[in-house]
């Protein structure tokens, strides 16, 4: 996935042409993964992991229904219902959709399933045209970073707070990777202790354009300052729209009946935001030097 992830930050240092097709290279090695199957589980309390392999999908637990936190690929909305049946519970007590960024590996089956089951979607207000459109932004006319439309019911900013039956989280503004990108966090128990878990964003460069003609204003203060903030934060949980954030799949196979919760490990969004911001500056250096070759 580090080769993958090595590309794609590569893909903003190319021409237009040229990087539309290194994208369609990049989606066709990166779908293997992406659209993977991966078993289904308890992550921590009410937390539960239905994604694949390579994308991170979780559902929430609550006393009213169940809250769905992004989706993957349009074409993994099946798989993601299917995992959600074998943990017992139903697509159709879905009453809230959350969004942590607009980009089509997390956006793909909003459509299907709000259209489903009637809940509502909740994101960043910055980020509400580009559910709206279905694009990535400043690439409006990509169709290979298209993903289908979908109506955003609720807009929040930093601090909001969402609460269904007994389940409160609050939305972080954390732009950058999009301009409306929003960490969620909330508290869970793990035993008789409280838990802060951190539903991340995400802090990579990806496909955005840092310099010149940059994929939207003020992305470079946007990346900084989250940065700043996630390092500030107090989190006990980190978790993040792929497994490789947290290192998903090695935690699961350390989990056993009686044994710490492995996904348990404070300290770790301060040691992975400082690795995002180490890897920001030699992106911001490697696109500005670019640009001055140009």
Known sequence: MRRLTAALCALTLLSTGAQAQT????????????????????????????????IAVYVIKTSQGLILMDTAMPQSTGMIKDNIAKLGFKVADIKLILNTHAHLDHTGGFAEIKKETGAQLVAGERDKPLLEGGYYPGDEKNEDLAFPAVKVD????????????????????????????????????????????????????????????????????????????????KIDVLLGPHPEVYGMQAKRAEMKD?????????????????????????????????????
């Open 23 to 54: 994208i369609k290279d990049f989606l066709a090695v990166a779908m293997k993964k992406w659209t993977a199957p991966f078993e289904p589980f308890q992550l921590i309390d009410n937390i539960y992991y239905v994604g694949t392999d390579g």
């Open 258 to 294: 009686g044994a710490p919760n492995p996904f348990i490990k404070p300290g770790e969004l301060v040691t992975y935001a400082t690795s995002l911001s180490e890897d920001f500056d030699k992106q911001l250096a490697k696109q500005t030097a670019a640009l001055e070759k140009k």
């Open 154 to 233: 609720r807009a929040v900013k930093e601090g909001d707070r969402v609460t269904l039956g007994d389940t409160t989280l609050t939305a972080h503004a954390t732009p950058g990777h999009s301009p409306g990108c929003t960490s969620w966090e909330m508290t869970v128990k793990d035993g008789k202790e409280d838990r802060e878990v951190l539903f991340f964003c995400s802090g990579t460069v990806a496909l955005n354009r840092l310099v010149g003609q940059p994929t939207y204003a003020g992305i470079v203060d946007d990346y900084r300052a989250t940065f700043a903030k996630a390092k500030a934060m």
